[in-house]
């Protein structure tokens, strides 16, 4: 793959990456029945370096998908079930007092299940705030600092949390602060009757299916160099921002239904995710330039755990995807 | 081109890329130079049709001015003034907000070819925009290849401002409705009621007089009709001043006497059709004008109701007479002397004899008779002197017995003898000052002369002679002999005896 080192762009290599992405869309397809949009969003947050928050019920697969991910992609691929006992040192690893051969005690940094390339963090919101904020901070400085030394995390490094919307007894959500921190935040929906009946089909029988190594970790690293190179046309950057403005309640673009319910809007990170999932939905259909079309297909999954609806919005049954929704209809492509 | 030609960033361009570029910009260039003229026809087509709506506002607003005279300033001259003016604003205006800028055009080409910014993404690329040069000159390949192939139409499709888009929906429906001739209100269409009134008045009668040419066969009528139906419509749907209005009907007039005149002269050569044709025309200019005249003066004269029904009946005589000959528009002048005499005309026609003076022996007659046996009034052909009821019933305030008074007057009966005489008369006036056979000798004088004149046909004179002799006989019962078909006043002069056909 070195078509896709920076620097080296042509139009074999375009070629060659827009089929790369579309092999490992295929070989997770070959385990996950449906769910498109999911396998590509997972994979816009692995290649713009972000993490996901995947939210959906129980049984509908995130875990098998994100295993199959960690397959496709030859990762190092850790689950961390969390729980309210769960602690900080479960995750990051821990300084653990060894002894060696001369009997001399010495301190042995032992890593968490964190140091792996992707990270299942499932039901994220049954840990503690402490737990959580442990994981995020690792999510965000992409490094772990125990006992005055600072471990680097590997990459490619993605977290991919879940958690279930229907429970929310013991269970501590995720603060605002800490959920702007995840790229996007993915809805794993309910199969259709037809994805259900290939999921009976595929699970029932004696075959299985296996999935083959894609991408290694340096095509990933390389891929996220050329997603970050694509070009950006100013009308389009310019309608990515007025977009971010219009989700701002105490901005003079706010929409009327944004005064209305929201009571914070997305952050500059927010129009980071934007932008870059933009050129990542280019990139994934064989095109070096981003246009509005890919900004309106990401702005969803990157802004709908950004906006925090007030009082009036929670208590009318106000969705974010409505709001955005809304402001996708009424924010003009040009000024 | 507005900006120079860009090369591709990262040092010196190779020399594909700078060809490349070259093109790209040429191309560029090219759609540039075609999207301005499809903007200039879009601003004129724009202002063009800013000016109609002006314009049709404004010829609103002045027919308005019946209502409100504050409008009255407003002229068809100064509405197309202003509506010019404000078509070259609105040009103006929107020339002044439209720049087509190179970026411009590649967005509008995006926008249309569906190319998803690709256009706009290279030309910024080779602008200087961060991009690294691989990705530069993979975009500005594939960019120039697919700009090349651009077809001109795709510049074509114009999008015009929401108002404007609205205005051709607009005017395809005033049209249809025109078309089909729904009933629109008439300041809709920027007519004046009393413009449209007079239209369907005039269509009315055209519809009237194309049905009996067709019944009669007579294709000047009917050709007369339909440039009378023609007009009828233009006034209802055509915006025009009353002046305007007054030049047409003149020029109507002006066509209806040539085709009169081309009757007249042409009455040896097209036969009995053409002849019968110019006559009518003939009797209807002459019998208009002795209608004018009596109606003139039955309005100036203080009339007793006897003299009153005379005066009636003579009217009703001679609309039966046009009615008969396709005389409408005479027609509708009898029914208005009708109108402002009918209360006195009612009360008279009580005491007025019947089948006096002889029944109608004309065609005229005839067809008087038959409408009144269709109408189920049972008058038969009893002769002008019938007291048939006229359908109209109004009764006019200044004649009605409570605002007028009753007074008696001396009035000549006979050669030599004076009798009193009830008259009802306005109470302003207080009294009659002219006697009322001055008045039916007036009548008289004027309907022989009628008589005589060349117009008239000749089985019509003794006709009305008739009717004439009928009006001396219809003074009140107390006055006249009964059933006395001689004429009661001597100061009347004796009828020619004329054969009757």
Sequence with gaps: MTETAPGMMSEEGLAAIHANLRRVREEIGKVIVGHEDLIEGVITCLL?????????AP?????????????????????????????????????????????????????????????????????????????????????????????????????????????????????????????????????SFYELRQIIDRTTR???????????????????????????????????????????????????????????????????????????????????????????????????????????????????????????RSVAEAP | MDEAV????????????????????????????????????????????????????????????????????????????????AAAGVYARLRQGQTITPQAV??????????????????????GAPCPADIAALLLRQGTTRLAHVEPRVMWPVTFSAPTKLLPVLLLTAALLLAVELPLPSFLLGVAPQ?????????????????????????????????????????????MSGE??????????????????????????RGAESGQAASLLRQRQDLQEQLRELLRQAQRSDLTRSEAAAVHRHLRLVRELLEAQLMGRAQRLVERGLGRIMGAGEEGEEGAPRGSGGGPEGPAGRQAARDRDEEGGGQGASGIGAGSTPARSATPQDLSPRSSVLFETPAQVAAG???????????????????????????????????????????????????????????PQDDAPAGGAEPTQPSLPAPRQEPRR
């Design chain 1, 48 to 56: 713009c370096g972000g993490h996901a928050l995947l939210e959906g």
């Design chain 1, 59 to 191: 049984g509908l697969g995130k875990t098998l998908l994100v295993k199959s991910l960690g397959e496709a992609l030859d990762l190092t691929f850790s689950r961390i079930q969390f729980t309210p006992d769960l602690m900080p040192a479960d995750i990051l690893g821990t300084t653990m007092v060894l002894q060696d051969e001369q009997n001399r005690k010495y301190f042995e940094f032992q890593r968490g299940p964190i140091f792996a390339h992707i990270v299942l963090a499932d039901e994220i919101n049954r840990a503690t705030p402490k737990t959580q904020s442990a994981l995020l901070e690792a999510m965000q400085e992409r490094s772990v600092t125990i006992g005055g030394v600072e471990h680097r995390l590997q990459e490619p490094f993605i977290v991919l949390a879940t958690q279930n919307p229907i429970e929310m007894e013991g269970t501590y959500p995720l603060p605002e602060a800490q959920i702007d921190r995840f790229f996007m935040k993915l809805d794993v929906k309910q199969p």
């Design chain 1, 206 to 328: 004696a075959e299985n299916h296996r999935v083959r190594s894609v991408l290694s970790a340096e095509e990933i690293l390389g891929l996220r160099q050329v997603v970050r190179s694509i070009p950006l046309a100013t009308p389009v950057r310019d309608y990515a921002i007025r977009l971010i403005l219009a989700t701002q309640p105490e901005h003079e673009s706010g929409s009327e239904l944004t005064r209305r319910y929201v009571r914070y809007g997305s952050s500059p990170r927010g129009a980071q995710s934007l932008v870059l999932g933009a050129k990542m939905h280019a990139l994934l259909r064989g095109r070096l330039h981003v246009g509005f079309e890919d900004v309106r297909a990401v702005a969803l999954p990157s802004l709908r755990h950004r906006l925090i609806l007030n009082f009036e919005g929670e208590a009318e049954g106000v969705h974010a995807e409505g709001i955005i929704r809304e402001l996708l």
């Design chain 2, 6 to 85: 860009p090369h591709p960033p990262g040092g010196e361009p190779a020399a594909e890329e700078t060809l490349l570029a070259g093109s790209f910009a040429a191309l560029v260039g090219k759609c540039q130079q075609r999207r301005r003229r499809v903007a200039r026809w879009r601003l004129a087509a724009e202002a063009f049709l800013a000016g109609l709506v002006f314009l049709h506002l404004l010829l609103i607003a002045g027919q308005l001015a019946v209502v409100w005279p504050r409008l009255e300033w407003l002229s068809p001259l100064l509405a197309g003034g202003i509506a010019l003016g």
């Design chain 2, 106 to 127: 590649l967005l509008e080409l995006d926008r249309r070819l569906g190319t998803r910014e690709r256009f706009i993404t290279t030309w910024e690329a080779l602008g």
């Design chain 2, 195 to 239: 413009l449209s009134q007079s239209g369907e008045e005039l269509r009315s009668f055209a519809r009237t007089l194309a049905q009996k040419a067709e019944e009669q066969k007579l294709p000047l009528v009917g050709k007369v009709a339909e440039r009378l139906a023609a007009e009828g419509k233009r006034l209802q749907t055509r915006s």
């Design chain 2, 244 to 269: 305007q209005a007054r030049r047409r009907l003149e020029a109507l007039q002006q066509d209806l006497d040539r085709w009169q005149a081309a009757a007249r002269s042409e009455l040896p050569e």
């Design chain 2, 417 to 475: 003898k004076l009798r009193s005489t009830a008259i009802r008369a306005l109470p302003a006036r207080n009294e009659a000052l002219r006697p009322s056979q001055e008045v039916l000798s007036d009548y008289q004088r004027q309907l022989e002369s009628l008589i005589t004149r060349e117009g008239l046909p000749r089985e019509y004179r003794p006709f009305i002679r008739d009717y004439f002799l009928a009006i001396g006989l219809s003074q």
